[in-house]
């Protein structure tokens, strides 16, 4: 589904796109708080997460934050999130293997990450350190929530310690 999305949605069938993301629970702006926190609950007990998901989405102030980042992101309707869904999949006008060869980028992937597989990290690692830059990869065993939940601080450690290499 993912793929099919980035790789035709939002460049051919924007308002499909905007339709499939205005379903979405944390896009229901004119539901409360409390009510899309319900629904997203309800939601989450229908599925079946990944084992290494089941903590954090148990977390009521955790699910709250998502809710309210999901209220900003949808609060100009979802035009707003396929023109950047578009952008993001469109050609940057540079290859990877141009990026600065000075400059370290730290790519994090989870091995269990269905949004984004560790692929795509080992193959931008594999274009940046065959064109002499410094590639640092880190495929950790989480999902693609769980490298935000608990990855975060260290992956700041490493942007702070990178800073300090330059």
């Not at 924007?14 to 979405?24: A, E, M």
């Not at 990290?121 to 940046?128: C, K």
Request: net charge negative.
């Amino acid at each position: 589904m993912h793929w099919a999305g980035f790789k035709f949605g939002y460049h051919y069938f924007k308002s499909l796109t905007r339709l499939w993301f205005s379903r979405d629970v944390g896009a229901q702006l004119h539901l409360s708080d409390e009510k899309r926190l319900e629904l997203r609950k309800a939601e989450i007990a229908k599925s079946k997460p990944h084992e290494k998901d089941v903590e954090p989405l148990k977390d009521e102030n955790f699910l709250r934050l998502m809710l309210l980042g999901a209220r900003q992101s949808h609060a100009q309707g979802q035009h707003a999130i396929t023109d950047d869904g578009r952008l993001m999949t469109s050609d940057f006008g540079f290859r990877v293997e141009d990026i600065r060869k000075d400059l370290p980028v730290w790519l994090w992937y989870g091995k269990h990450d269905h949004d984004v597989p560790a692929n795509h990290g080992m193959q931008i690692a594999a274009r940046l350190s065959g064109a002499g830059g410094d590639a640092r990869l880190r495929v950790e065993d989480e999902t693609h929530l769980g490298l935000f939940v608990n990855c975060r601080e260290r992956m700041l450690e490493d942007l702070v310690a990178s800073m300090g290499e330059s």
